[in-house]
């Protein structure tokens, strides 16, 4: 109901309502699954790989900003990796298909 009357002064109306319904009637796999892990993996690679190597270097570096640093370059190094992995797979997985 309220889409009527938000619509009923626009000039633009069919054409809109055309594409809206070209979009929506999509056919095809959900890619929910795939979006979710584009964006979740690395975030929870990044916290998991800084939180061990927290830990591991925790009893090597005694100096705190030290510490923070060397964690961060590792975190990133294996984040970097695990997309790069990542990104291997789903190419060679998209070659097969």
Known sequence: MNEQKFCQGCGQQPGCRQIFEQLTSRKGP?????????????????????????????????????????????????????ITILNLLCNKYDRIR
Not at 35 to 58: D, E, K, Q, R
């Open 30 to 82: 959900s890619l929910t699954a795939e979006v979710l892990a584009a964006f979740l993996v690395p975030i929870l690679t990044f916290i998991g790989t800084l939180l061990f190597s927290t830990h591991i270097l925790g009893n090597i570096i005694d100096t705190k900003p030290l510490l923070t640093v060397f964690s961060f370059i590792l975190a990133l190094a294996g984040t970097s990796a695990a």
